[in-house]
């Protein structure tokens, strides 16, 4: 889990801003989880004053902005009432995440942007037109699907070497092409092996001496 991996500290102080945490918040925080860290369940205004240079008051109003702003919680446990950050925590951590599985989407769209930009451009090239829309979206379908770039740009040389400079064509060689690999791969196909079947049921019927049969059949 991330929440394991990375340190409340640190993701409070990379991000207090962007939650508009002030300095003197953020320092009542910091002291707050010391002092939770530390054993000490219930935190009060009273015993933060005396690890801190802000007066009691002031650290009440911080207290109560964090609650409002669903960053703590007093809570019931066993009998006690305990202060707890947790409602921050899982928020930073929950942000964290989202930030992370946003960067590797946008990298991954990057990457599928500049193949299909690639592929159009060479493309083009061979087939000395510009591409339309739905051909580039044809592109970027081929991509999405797994298709290297290398293995496109192979295709449409196909395609122009038999005079067909289109895109429908490009996609039966890179079919064809896939159906040879696949059979490559996975050996023997069902029609081979149905064909096969057929093979040698005909030659067990061409065993049957039917010439014998049909003279006792006389007899």
């Known amino acids: ?10 993701l409070l102080l990379d991000n207090y801003k962007k939650y508009k945490i002030n300095e003197n918040t953020l320092a009542t925080i910091l002291v707050m989880d010391q002092l939770i860290n530390q054993g000490n369940p219930f935190i009060t205004a009273e015993l933060l004053s005396l690890k801190m240079s802000l007066d009691v008051a002031d650290i009440d109003i911080i207290l109560s902005k964090l609650i409002i702003n ?3 919680e007093y809570k019931g446990s066993g009998g006690k009432t ?3 950050l947790a409602p921050l925590k899982e928020k930073l951590y929950k942000d964290f995440e989202n930030s992370v599985s946003r960067e590797d989407a946008t990298e991954s769209n990057k990457e599928v942007a500049a193949n299909v930009k690639a592929a159009t451009k060479d493309i083009e090239k061979l087939f000395k037109r510009n591409l339309l829309p739905l051909e580039i979206n044809k592109i970027k379908e081929w991509i999405m699907t797994g298709y290297r770039v290398e293995t496109i740009v192979d295709a449409c040389k196909d395609a122009v070497n038999k ?5 429908s064509a490009m996609d039966k060689i890179l079919t064809t092409w896939q159906s040879r690999n696949d059979i490559e791969t996975d050996g023997i196909t069902t029609l081979s092996r149905n064909w096969n079947k057929s093979l040698e049921e005909t030659i067990k019927i061409a065993k049957i001496p039917w010439l014998d049969v049909d003279e006792k059949t006389k007899k």
Not at 1 to 10: E, T, W
């Open 82 to 84: 305990v202060c707890s």
């Open 70 to 72: 669903g960053y703590l």
């Open 1 to 10: 889990m991330v929440s394991g991996a990375l340190d409340f500290k640190y």
């Open 163 to 167: 005079n067909t400079k289109t895109i």
